[in-house]
């Protein structure tokens, strides 16, 4: 918007000088005028405005003088002012092709779009307008028609400032916070632009302060994601040395309680051009960003790339016109849930500036068209740097629209039902060595059932011991967890057809690998009375042979055990044929048969009372028990 006022103030100017004469013959209120050009030229408004209201003074009538002044007072936000200019001009006979723009944008940015939307269709008919131009006042209609509409539907919105311990007189803007909603990290410009970290309090946020010196330096650093687990920070930084163009993008790792040297992530993210603003997906396969590449639909695009294996990354692909368009595309933000995309645009049908939007995907992976978040939210203001919680209640943005503490600062509002991204929960667990109570950096992951797609894959924080992972609802998960010289832990999470699924916290203790331990492998599923493995089974048994071609020494007992339902003979015959399908596909997955044996125990091991479903669920289990190490 800013760039169109200062093309409108600047088309104003020229127009004017064409004419051969002023709609005043007085001689010191031309001078005056004429002045003005001077310092404007300087970008010196305000004493641009002091000789304007000389010359209006002398001749209250210097229609030109009054355009010129609206014109200053529109650029520098002092809108109700600039329009008293305008509607003075429009008072009185003249020729000033843009008159009526020049005043809908005042009521546009006042958000009187009744008042707006005729002087735009009047401007629309003015002969000879340039082509872009018309694109111009065609999409200011297109705003006007949408929020006219939308104003008579309010959504839900009470901000609330995230408090002294976040904002300052500063600027705080950008916010990104972990899974469990208890870490936030955000910039702050002062000087220069760095980032800041804050924990949360029971009702409130700690003192904020500088997140590292390895990451913070005398340059700019902003736009930053972290990803769910709090291990991973990307972000972007200018004009660094080992930047190959304008803006880079870079990441760094979590060691312990030490953020890691930034790493650029090099082509093809970066390039000669500007790449900024990213957000990470939930299962950090998809890394999404900002970029006035060419090749775009608009001067800046957003883009996805997927990460591929071994720190390398694929070829950004731009998003497409359901998302980008001729305008500018901002403040990207992928949910958890990996399906509903937010950010902020000028080209799509809004109340002004930016807007806030979203997308979600349909089944065939394609964005569906955007919608806007709506009014309040949106304003005909500039609206940008959304965050959503993991829960998808709570939305957390930077405004400066607000009286907060100064300059922009940081607000939660509950968002809305129909605003929400899918429900997704999330699991959060620490994992230590279970006789000397040491935490352990193990290797965490998490894989849908349905498809074997991993969701999560990451290694326990080594000072902690503790990972933590998104979960969208309606899927069933697997949990591995393994570290050298010790039993891998077997987990599942079943999400289907949930809702409101609290969190999981989880103690996982590990057992060192002795003569005697035994694991319940929890995803090792039959077809009901039945030895016929499901395939939801394959990963748990491709972990389990993993783990026994890793370790050729040891040796397990497969037992397979089920509850109590059923005759003695039935179940034991039962409980032996299902360890040895299990037994059999480990055979055929690689592991030497002199590392197994299988035995069925029928429902004479029975882990916890037969009386309840859950109960009688966890007896029905396959346990590997190490007979030799």
């Known amino acids: 918007m800013k760039k169109i006022l200062l093309f409108l103030l600047i088309f104003a100017q020229t127009s004017l000088f064409a004419q051969e004469k002023y709609t005043t013959s007085n001689t010191r209120a031309i001078g005056a005028y004429e002045r003005s050009t001077v310092y404007l030229g300087q970008k010196l408004y305000n004493t641009a405005l002091k000789d304007l209201q000389i010359a209006i003074g002398i001749d209250p009538n210097f229609l030109e003088a009054h355009y010129r002044m609206g014109d200053i007072l529109k650029v520098l936000g002092r809108i109700e002012e600039a329009k008293t200019c305008y509607l003075t001009v429009i008072a009185q006979p003249n020729t000033f092709k843009n008159i009526n723009f020049a005043l809908a944008e005042c009521y546009a940015l006042q958000a009187n779009y009744d008042s707006a939307y005729p ?43 995230l408090g002294p311990g976040i904002n300052t007189a500063n600027q705080e803007y950008l916010p990104a916070i972990t899974a469990d909603d208890q870490t936030i990290i ?79 992530l090099g082509t093809p993210i970066n390039s000669q051009y500007w790449e900024s603003q990213p957000t990470l997906s939930a299962d950090g396969k998809s890394l999404y960003f900002v970029s006035d590449r060419k090749g775009g639909y608009g001067s800046y695009d957003i883009y996805k790339s997927t990460y591929i294996g071994a720190g390398k990354w694929s070829s950004p692909q731009n998003l497409g016109p359901n998302i980008n368009t001729a305008g500018e595309e901002f403040s990207p933000f992928i949910h958890a849930d990996n399906q509903t995309l937010y950010f902020c645009s000028d080209g799509w049908p809004g109340f002004g500036e930016k807007d806030i939007f979203f997308s979600k995907k349909t089944l065939n992976g394609a964005w569906q068209k955007p919608k806007n978040l709506g009014y309040p939210i949106n304003t005909p203001k500039e609206e940008s740097s959304l965050f959503i919680s993991n829960d998808g209640k709570q939305a957390y943005f930077a405004s400066d629209n607000l009286k907060g503490y100064g300059g922009l600062d940081l607000y939660s509002f509950e968002l809305y039902e129909a605003g929400r991204p899918e429900k997704v929960t999330y699991v959060k667990g620490t994992v230590f060595d279970r006789i000397s109570q040491q935490v352990l950096a193990a290797q965490v992951e998490i894989i849908s059932l349905q498809n074997f797609d991993t969701v999560f894959q990451s290694v326990c924080n080594v000072s902690s011991g503790q990972f933590m992972a998104s979960l969208p609802e309606g899927k069933t998960y697997a949990l591995n967890i393994s ?104 055979i055929n997955l690689g592991v030497t048969n002199s590392q197994l044996v299988y035995k069925g125990y029928g429902k004479t091991q029975p882990i916890e009372s037969n009386n309840t479903e859950q109960g009688r669920a966890n007896n029905r289990r396959t346990e590997i028990k190490i007979i030799a190490k």
């Not at 700690?206 to 902003?222: D, K, M």
């Not at 057809?497 to 995803?523: T, W």
């Open 483 to 586: 570290i050298d010289g010790y039993l891998f832990y077997s987990g599942q999470f079943v999400l289907a057809n949930k809702n409101n699924v609290e969190p999981f916290i989880m103690e996982i203790p590990l057992d060192p690998i002795e003569v005697g331990e035994k694991v319940a492998l929890k995803n090792i599923f039959f077809e009901s009375n039945s030895f016929q493995l499901k395939n939801e089974s394959k990963y748990e048994l491709l972990k389990l042979s993993e783990f026994l071609i890793e370790n050729p020494s040891i040796k397990i007992e497969i037992g397979g055990h089920t509850d109590y339902i059923g005759d003695d003979k039935t179940n034991l015959l039962l409980s032996s044929n299902r360890a040895k399908s299990v037994y059999n596909y480990l």
């Open 119 to 161: 002087l735009f269709q009047a401007y629309a008919t003015t002969p000879d307008l340039s082509e872009n131009r018309k694109k111009i006042v065609a999409k200011y209609l297109r705003d006007c028609e949408f929020s006219i509409e939308a104003i008579q539907h309010p959504v839900p919105y009470e901000p609330v400032n």
């Open 186 to 264: 955000f910039t702050r410009r002062a000087n220069t632009e760095d980032f800041f970290i804050a924990q949360r309090n029971e009702n409130d946020w700690s003192a904020s302060s500088p997140l590292s010196s390895s990451i913070n330096t005398p340059g700019n650093e902003g736009a930053q994601c972290i990803s769910p687990d709090g291990q991973y920070l990307f972000f972007a930084g200018c004009g660094r040395a080992d930047g190959l163009g304008k803006c880079d993008l870079y990441y760094s790792k979590l060691v312990g309680d030490k953020w890691s040297t930034p790493q650029n």
